[in-house]
Each structure stands twice: as C-alpha cells, then as structure tokens.
C-alpha cells in the first residue's frame, strides 16, 4: 500500500480541528486524488448512543455527518477528487485501531487516527484495511 500524501497546512488543520473537539472524538474527511490530500473537510461528530452501547458515548465513538459525507462527495465530483479516507481522534488514547474502527471500516478508505492527550495532539498514524480485513499501516508522508 503506497504512502498517504498530506501536506504540512493539512496536518495544521487536522490538529487544530482536533484538538478543538477534545475530550470527545473529532472526525473528517481527506479529500484528494491519488493517495495526496488536498483538502480536509472537518464532519460533526453525530454518534448517538443505541440501547446495545450503553457505556459508549463520544468520548470514544465517532460517525460521520451523513450530509456533510454526501457535501464533501459533490464537491470532489467537481473537482476529480475523491474521498480518500476519514480522519478521527482517540482523545487520551493511543492512534492504534480499535475494534469498533475495524467494523465500521470502508476497505476503499485510508483512516488517519490521532491520539490527542489533554487538549493535544500527541501521536498520529494512518491505517487501512488489507485482504484479511485487517488493519495495516500506512506511512504518511510530505508531498514533494
């Protein structure tokens, strides 16, 4: 799996975004076109608790906006861009996967995870999901 590419005024505005969002989970979209972000497209958090996830809230879910989802889909078709993937926080935990990212995981997607401890962030990684489902490493990179 190649490099994600995403400029330094991309990570700017992951983190600011972030970091705003602290305690609970932020999340986004990476707009672009072959692996380069060219744009982040900061989503509410609309996560609402179901009868099953009782000692969840946004702390430790996130969902993306469905209409900002179908916004930023429109304004990439205009473009040649597509979604290349969701950015989201784990705040006062590690940039590792959980479980629940796994499920609710688009194979096509890369998923940036940063782990945002006491207002900042402090680790960021991305990930994707290979041929088992699982996730894998994706090393992010400067674009030249």
Same mark, same amino acid.
């Given at each position: 799996?190649? /490099?994600?590419?995403?400029?330094?005024? $991309?990570?700017?505005?992951?983190? +600011?975004?972030?970091?705003?969002?602290?305690?609970? *989970?932020?999340?986004?979209?990476?707009? @672009?076109? /072959?692996?380069?972000?060219?744009?982040? %497209?900061?989503?509410?958090?609309?996560?609402?608790?179901?009868?099953?996830?009782?000692?969840?809230?946004?702390?430790?879910?996130?969902?993306? !906006?469905?209409?900002?989802?179908?916004?930023?889909?429109?304004? $990439?078709? !205009?473009?040649? %861009?597509? #979604?290349? @993937?969701?950015? =989201?926080? =784990?705040?006062? =935990?590690?940039?590792?996967?959980?479980? $629940?990212?796994?499920?609710? +995981? %688009?194979?096509?997607?890369?998923?940036? #995870?940063?782990?945002?401890?006491? @207002?900042?962030?402090? /680790?960021?990684?991305? %990930?994707?999901?290979?041929?088992?489902?699982?996730?894998?490493? #994706? +090393? #992010?990179? *400067?674009?030249?």
């Amino acid at each position: 799996m190649s /490099d994600l590419l995403l400029p330094v005024a $991309c990570r700017q505005a992951i983190a +600011a975004h972030l970091q705003q969002c602290y305690p609970q *989970e932020g999340c986004g979209l990476l707009l @672009g076109k /072959d692996r380069r972000v060219e744009q982040v %497209w900061p989503a509410a958090n609309v996560w609402q608790p179901s009868t099953v996830e009782e000692n969840h809230d946004r702390r430790d879910r996130y969902q993306v !906006d469905p209409q900002t989802l179908l916004q930023a889909q429109r304004y $990439c078709r !205009d473009r040649q %861009w597509q #979604i290349l @993937g969701i950015y =989201h926080s =784990h705040p006062d =935990h590690p940039a590792l996967p959980s479980e $629940c990212d796994r499920l609710q +995981a %688009w194979p096509e997607y890369v998923y940036l #995870i940063a782990s945002v401890t006491q @207002g900042k962030i402090k /680790d960021c990684r991305c %990930w994707q999901l290979n041929d088992r489902q699982q996730f894998q490493a #994706i +090393a #992010i990179a *400067e674009p030249t």
